[in-house]
């Protein structure tokens, strides 16, 4: 039987695909995000599909469900994304589904899987939990308290920070690193990760400084365009809402098209999925993410249209 495996290549995704593999061992492993999940999902010529911290996108839900449904294969997703009740109405219906909308995907298929491979496989549901801010849930806290909280937290950043350097960009080296952990390997036991780690650090503080000299305050919103350095999108996002006092933090790429934008938020009252997801739907664009993370891709012409409606809605959300 051929298996594939498609999961995000984030922290999160990593960890719930090396997961997969721990419990599939001679499944194949592919790297997917929302925006090409569709195209990715219709192309897998596997037996069994595992999909993993992949959220579906408003704009290719139906073209997705329609996939699903021709499909031979059995499918089954692993996500904490939301989903309105109609998706996943159809999701129970036609794949094997887990979904929770308060668990990290790592934690969500390790519990699934926990009786099928080695009991330290869970230091990689710790991990993919803490990385994607997940880790406040009864049974993290619960396994957290049988390990040193200090080595966990190492080896978390070692991993979220170390896969932002560019010799861990391509997904080859990401697939590398999903073979380590489901083998026992810790990110620390990846050659050079640990030392990306630490460049990475480096990085970041540098980052600020630009973006301390180059974002500006639209409204509510902290902008910075086209900065060096694609993989630290997330606290490019986040610097630019800190050094102009905004409730908003955008990082946005031009890719000739579209632009790509990441999106953070000082305020955790305010939904990012949500706010991007229909708000990006509204531009002929896609949106998402999380509650506090999240990001769109917005066509060329429509994003000072776009931005304009953001800050419209954060006038309405904060009177």
């Known amino acids: ?58 704009k290719d839900k139906e073209r997705i469900m329609h996939i699903i449904k021709e499909k031979p294969a059995k499918i089954s997703y692993f996500d904490h994304h939301p989903l309105d009740e109609r998706t996943k109405q159809f999701l129970d219906k036609h794949i094997d589904l887990h979904h929770d909308l308060n668990r990290s995907a790592s934690e969500i298929i390790y519990r699934h899987f926990e009786n099928d491979i080695p009991p330290e496989r869970v230091w990689i549901a710790i991990y993919g939990a803490i990385g994607d801010y997940c880790d406040d849930t009864e049974f993290v806290k ?3 308290k049988d390990w040193d909280i200090r080595a966990l937290y190492f080896e978390v950043s070692t991993l979220v920070l170390g896969i932002k350097v560019r010799h861990f960009e391509s997904y080859d080296k990401k697939r590398d690193i999903v073979k380590a952990l489901s083998k026992g390997l810790n990110p620390s036991d990846v050659p050079g990760l640990a030392m990306g780690a630490k460049e990475a650090v480096n990085a970041e503080f540098d980052l600020y400084e630009i973006v301390k000299k180059r974002a500006e305050k639209l409204e509510h919103i902290g902008i910075v365009k086209d900065l060096e350095g694609f993989g630290f999108r997330g606290p490019a996002a986040l610097f630019a809402a800190t050094v102009t006092d905004s409730i908003l933090g955008m990082s946005i790429y031009d890719r000739t098209n579209h632009f790509d934008i990441t999106v953070r938020t000082r305020d955790y009252s305010i939904d990012l999925n949500v706010l991007l997801s229909e ?24 994003l000072n249209a776009f931005l304009k409606r953001i800050n419209e809605k954060l006038d309405e959300m904060i009177k």
């Open 279 to 302: 708000t990006a739907e509204e531009f002929e664009g896609t949106g998402g993410g999380h509650p506090q993370a999240g990001g769109a891709r917005v066509p060329i012409m429509h």
């Open 142 to 144: 619960r396994v957290e």
């Open 1 to 58: 039987m051929k298996i594939t495996i498609l999961t995000h290549s984030d922290c999160d995704g990593i960890c719930a695909g090396a997961i997969a593999l721990s419990r599939f061992p001679h499944a194949e492993v592919f790297f997917t995000k929302p925006a090409s999940f569709a195209d990715d999902l219709e192309e897998c010529t596997a037996d069994k599909i595992i999909v993993c911290d992949i959220a579906l996108t408003q």
